[in-house]
T-cell receptor, first 114, second 109 residues
């Protein structure tokens, strides 16, 4: 059971380039989320999904696209990278549970946009 | 921003002392969670407290929740150097969680 996996671990992009951050989970979780973490800002939600084919925006969605064609995968796309998107990106998954759900986090992707 | 607020932002204590971190929020909740993050790593879930609970324990962790004051606290007793990490509170559901900015705890041996 690998849990939540993210690739790549580290990426350097030039302004204007595009890329996809991969996220996969093998726990059959319904919910998946993408966060970015900047120094002193905690985690901010970018996009999330409540199931295959369903996505919604979080607090900071601009500049990012997502899709969820399968339960397992939830890729995050940067169409035209900007220096402001330099951050650490975390993917998380969770399942529906009475009383509240626990999120399981991936190890993160460090992105530097020059 | 809907982020909750933890205080203090940073806390430095000696091994064996207790560490208390606080979290405040603005909207009503069904539950509140606490997570831990070691430097450069992903977050790990510590404990969840439901809105109808006032206190919950897990090992050396004690969490309290006061819904009338919209606040929660995390107490780590008999701290160890290995407890050095950042601690975050979070609220929400169905993948839509809002995290606070965190408390950075440093436990000196």
């Amino acid at each position: 059971n690998a849990g939540v996996t993210q690739t790549p671990k580290f990426q350097v992009l030039k302004t204007g380039q595009s890329m996809t951050l991969q996220c996969a989970q093998d726990m059959n979780h319904e919910y998946m989320s993408w966060y970015r973490q900047d120094p002193g800002m905690g985690l901010r939600l970018i996009h999330y999904s409540v199931g295959a084919g369903i996505t919604d925006q979080g607090e900071v969605p601009n500049g990012y696209n997502v899709s969820r064609s399968t339960t397992e995968d939830f890729p995050l796309r940067l169409l035209s990278a900007a220096p402001s998107q330099t951050s650490v990106y975390f993917c998380a998954s969770s399942y529906s549970s009475v009383g509240g759900e626990t999120q399981y986090f991936g190890p993160g992707t460090r992105l530097l946009v020059l | 921003s809907q982020q909750g607020e933890e205080d203090p932002q940073a806390l430095s204590i000696q091994e064996g002392e207790n560490a208390t971190m606080n979290c405040s929020y603005k909207t009503s909740i069904n539950n509140l969670q606490w997570y831990r993050q070691n430097s450069g790593r992903g977050l790990v879930h510590l404990i969840l407290i439901r809105s109808n609970e006032r206190e919950k324990h897990s090992g050396r962790l004690r969490v309290t929740l006061d819904t009338s004051k919209k606040s929660s606290s995390l107490l780590i007793t008999a701290s160890r150097a290995a407890d050095t990490a950042s601690y975050f509170c979070a609220r929400g559901s169905q993948g839509n969680l809002i995290f606070g900015k965190g408390t950075k705890l440093s436990v000196k041996p």
